[in-house]
């Protein structure tokens, strides 16, 4: 099956700081999405991005489908922003996560 | 414009007892999956339903995990016999159509003593 890796593990960042997250995969997917687990464990859907590039916010994400990586940019972190970034990829079967990134923020 | 809804939040059970998880998808969604979480780990696949129909199970453990999508009414993931194992968070998801972009409600904690 497909498998799922990202990095870093843990970030420490101070507030204000910018932020890179990496998800590589192993195959073909065509749903990749980003997630943000808060510290109350609740999942919120930050983008589906199986391809290309969006945009929300002081979030951005890019998708190189044809190289098999994907990317979470957090701009001017606020400590709102700690959790945990899980991203999740298919390819007509069931999602499958990666083990996260744990971000911590600090004022 | 109600997304994925879960109840209860948080369910506590002794080992033996009998453990239902409830899953409303989103309003027009007739696609459902869950998922387990054990703690530190990442989010696992169980189950994939269509209204009356498992699609996939092949994350469901083979014995006491039994899952459901009536005709009317929520998903209903069904643990029997619980153990401490069972323990985790239980997160439902749906979908417009298959396989495709996923809405996760808030999960089921399960603490099982």
């Known amino acids: ?107 | 414009n109600a997304g994925v809804m879960q109840n209860p939040r948080h369910l506590v059970r002794r080992r033996g007892q009998e453990a239902r998880l409830r899953c409303s998808p989103m309003k027009g969604h007739s696609h459902v999956y869950w998922y387990r979480q054990l703690p530190e780990e990442g989010l696992k696949f169980m189950v994939y339903l269509q209204k009356e129909n498992i699609i996939d199970e092949s994350g469901m453990p083979k014995e006491r995990f039994s899952a459901e999508f009536p005709k009317e009414g929520p998903s209903i993931l069904r643990i029997q016999q619980v153990v401490r194992g069972d323990s985790a968070a239980y997160f439902c998801a749906s979908s417009p159509t298959g396989w495709n972009i996923q809405y996760f409600g808030a999960g089921t904690r399960l603490s099982v003593l």
Do not use: M
């Open chain 1, 1 to 107: 099956g497909i498998q799922v890796e990202q990095s870093p593990p843990d970030l420490i960042l101070q507030e204000g700081a910018n932020s890179t997250l990496r998800c590589n995969f192993s195959d073909s997917v065509n749903n990749l999405q980003w997630f943000h687990q808060n510290p109350w464990g609740q999942l919120i859907n930050l983008f589906y991005i199986p391809s290309g590039t969006k945009q929300n916010g002081r979030l951005s994400a890019t998708t190189v489908a044809t190289e098999r990586y994907s990317l979470l940019y957090i701009s001017s972190s606020q400590t709102t922003d700690s959790g945990v970034y899980f991203c999740a990829v298919s390819g007509n079967t069931p999602l499958v996560f990666g083990k996260g990134t744990r971000l911590s923020v600090i004022a």
